[in-house]
């Protein structure tokens, strides 16, 4: 995937991402700066496109009978 290539983002990430975007430039960012900023938020939040998800590995749950 190139760099800039948004095709592997979830519609939600990407709607997160344009209302952060608008956000930013509510504050006075210029296009480029805000677009790039809220691009970067998502992937702090999300960590980055899509994610397979993962099933947790408990061990044991069953109680001691002792």
Known sequence: MPRGDKSK??????R???HIEKSY???GLSDEEAEARAWATVNK???GGKRVARVARR??????SS
């Open 9 to 14: 983002y979830t519609d939600k990430q990407k």
């Open 16 to 18: 997160q991402a344009k």
């Open 25 to 27: 430039k509510k504050k």
């Open 45 to 47: 939040i999300s960590g």
């Open 59 to 64: 061990g044991n749950l069953r109680a001691d």
